[in-house]
């Protein structure tokens, strides 16, 4: 049976082992056998991370000088040019990978190519070549400086860099920053897998931390069986199997989800309103979980809206919450000629995955409100913002376009006015700073 050898990068330690272990005679493949590693990769690391020591270790004496581009090799990079042509540094060519001199010495062959253990190294007056921990490890930071510096991020000018470091600071997700370029960066083509990569090496000014949800995202388990209890409430046509199947599967327009928002125990809530054709939400602050709030904000928003009601509000899809209970008061339109202004119609118990749009939007609301802030602390104001910035995210799922675009483009802008809506260009889009406003209130 073969051995299993890891595949980590060698540790310094493993480095040091290396050099004792060759200056005792050991062989590549007895080092390996030490060390748990694989013998030919033994074998790269003496080749390819051996020194030369001796007189000659000078650029000029390069079997390489003429066709030589190493840059960047000392630790303190004073200058740009070649490393052969450095005046300030004499370092790199101690380091260099492609350092290469004539050294005409039988032994070599003898003794695996390097200098280590051969008993005639104290006495040989030629340039060795030799195994050594410390300048290996000095080589190896070497080549990832290059490797580092040398990135795809040297080709875009610092602006777009700080364009892109802003926003990710801000809560937009990389995908979203790169689908809404703004025309002066349109030419700059990079994918978002690139961006995270340049976060992870720390290449832009931000960092794993400003990401939404790289550092919290929580896997959860997912329990889609129905539970066959039919309630009261949920007779009558009033299950949200009594949908049409387009109804259920693509929520066309008129087709809205309800839910409350809990802030602290006793404290107000946040009725919340979603429009999946759109994916826009609406909030209100309400001040008890109770069907009379709720029917109030329908009363609100039935008269606000006139006309526009009955086209957005066709049927509605609450959970079996306590406010939701009383389908007859959400029903009943404030208009004595309508027998009712819209249709409600129940998700089964314990089944939220029936009103997916509005639960995923609360978890952007959530990167805004944090579970346990006391919803009491907002005024009208601070909702009503909170409510602009949701709605002005783009959403992949639409092109990237916002909810406010697409609501604007199928139902006018005058709406928007009705609604208190306004758009927020993606640069002055903030889904952050609501935070650090809500835990000074709460200081």
Known sequence: MGRNYSNKNLSILEIGNIEFYLNEGKSPAEIARLLSKDPSGIRKEIK??????????????????????????????????????CKYCSYAVKVCPNYKVAIDCELLKKNHNI????DLYFKCKKVKLKYHAETAIKMHNAVQRVSRIGTKVDSFPEEFKDYLSILIKNGISPEVIINTLPNKFSMFKVSTPTVYSWIDKGLLDCCNLDLRNKVSRVRYGTNTEKRNAIKG????GRSIEDLSKEERENRPLGIVELDTVEGIKGGELLFTIMFPCFSLMLGFKIKSKTQEEIGKILDMLEDKLDCYFYVL?????????????????????????LNKRMEIHYTHTYASYEKPHIENNHILLRWLIKKGFDITLLSSDDILDIINRLNNYPRPKKNFKTPLQLLEEDLGDYILDLLDLHHIPIVQLNMKDMI???QERTK
């Open 313 to 337: 509000f066709r049927k509605a899809i609450p959970d079996n919450g306590c406010e939701f209970l009383d389908f007859d008061l959400l029903e009943k339109s404030i208009h004595e000629d």
């Open 436 to 438: 650090i406003k809500n």
């Open 233 to 236: 409430h949920q007779l009558n």
């Open 115 to 118: 200098c280590n253990g051969c």
């Open 48 to 85: 390819k991370y051996s020194s030369y020591f001796g007189e000659a270790r000078k650029c000029f004496n390069c079997l390489n000088k003429e066709n030589c581009h190493q840059k960047y090799l000392c630790e303190n990079i004073r200058d740009k040019v070649k490393c052969s042509q």
